[in-house]
């Protein structure tokens, strides 16, 4: 059974500044992917990034990257230059891909941006 | 193109009732799954649906049961509510199992049970 831990129940931080959010996760799988998904007081799960496992370089997308350490079994979110809009819940999730749809989530952070 | 639609959007109910909640997916879509979120245990999986046939399951009791029909949309069944029951339950699509990393979810039904 996969596992998904977020050991940061809440954070915050000034808006234009750098956070990081961390993941740590427990698989036997070689080949899976790993994801952060953003959720708002709207409650709509929006994907922030997604990772393959076979893939070394990490995933960029604008303001959000992350450090994948698959040996660590680690995958931590950075957020450049945050955003007022950033405030939301972020959750980590795992998937076993091919045919298998169900997603792993971790407990979650709660993050705050500080105007 | 509309994103996954999930109705109704609030919803209350009292023990011992049951309630059937509905899911829309994205055009073309054709997996459906269900996620249960309360305060407590979090995001839960509970079923995925792909060609009107459930392909997995989560650890949930019998009282909760889904089902997909031929153009995709989804339904969700829980009998003999229990306050436990009260939570979020989402709804997400994605396009086929070649694609399935590409999970979109719905805003989510909010259940509560009285």
Not at chain 2, 57 to 62: A, C, E, L, Y
């Amino acid at each position: 059974a996969q596992t998904v831990t977020q050991s940061q129940p809440e954070m915050s931080v000034q808006e234009a500044e750098t956070v990081t959010l961390s993941c740590t996760y427990d698989t036997s799988e070689n080949n899976y992917y790993l994801f952060w998904y953003k959720q708002p007081p709207s409650r709509q799960m929006i994907l922030v990034i997604r990772q393959e496992a076979y893939k070394q370089q990490n995933a960029t997308e604008n303001r959000f990257s992350v450090n994948f350490q698959k040996a660590a079994k680690s995958f931590s979110l950075k957020i450049s230059d945050s955003q007022l809009g950033d405030t939301a819940m972020y959750f980590c999730a795992f998937m076993i891909n091919f045919g298998n749809e169900k997603l792993t989530f971790g407990t979650g952070t709660r993050l705050t941006i500080i105007p | 193109k509309a994103g996954v639609t999930q109705t109704p959007r609030y919803l209350i109910k009292t023990r011992g009732q049951q309630v059937t909640l509905s899911c829309s997916p994205i055009s073309g879509h054709r997996s459906v799954s269900w996620y249960q979120q309360t305060p407590g245990q979090g995001l839960q999986f509970l079923f995925e649906y792909f060609s009107e046939t459930q392909r997995n399951k989560g650890n949930f009791p019998g009282r909760f049961s889904g089902r997909q029909f031929s153009n995709s949309r989804s339904e969700m069944n829980v009998s003999t509510l229990e306050l436990g029951d009260s939570a979020l339950y989402l709804c997400a699509s994605s396009p086929d199992p070649e694609n399935n990393e590409k999970l979109f979810f719905g805003s989510g039904t909010q259940l509560s049970v009285l």
